[in-house]
């Protein structure tokens, strides 16, 4: 399947629109969320939970900077070359260990969460972005498997 550049062009632009929204989210996020009411800034950034949701967003990069090479190798009609294998298997490394750390996320908030809070929301985004996370990896395995070296 073919696509014409403009495509390419317009996927490429939706994934840094999509990197833009998630760090947009990353820096607004914990000012609103409500155990934040009152504190510093300092103390609201060095949460150790809030480290390591940045932690993940930095795996969450790696893999979307994957997505992004992918379509440039597509739209230079690289697609059956080692490098796009090399990139492909990145990808589904990097979204392996995205589920993973989504999922640890989740038991912790799961068995450790204040008693007033309801973690029941969190739980199913969890759930939701691991399974989106899951997908990714196995498509890129698929397309591992799909690509015919010459």
Known sequence: MQFSPKVHVFLQ??????????????VAF???EGRAVG?????????PFILYL????????G?????????DQ???????????LQTLRQLQRAAL???VMILSAGLYIRFFHHPDDDPAGFLGLAIILSSVSLGVARWASV???RIALP
């Open 97 to 99: 260990v995205l589920a």
């Open 74 to 84: 597509r739209k230079r009609q690289l697609w059956a070359s080692l490098r796009t």
């Open 39 to 47: 504190l510093s800034l300092v103390k609201i950034y060095t949460d």
């Open 143 to 145: 397309s591992k498997n």
């Open 54 to 61: 940045y932690g993940a967003a930095l795996v969450f990069y």
């Open 13 to 26: 632009a939706l994934t840094l629109l999509v990197g833009f929204v998630v760090f947009v989210f990353l």
């Open 30 to 32: 914990p000012l609103t």
């Open 63 to 71: 893999g979307l900077y994957q997505i992004f090479l992918l379509l």
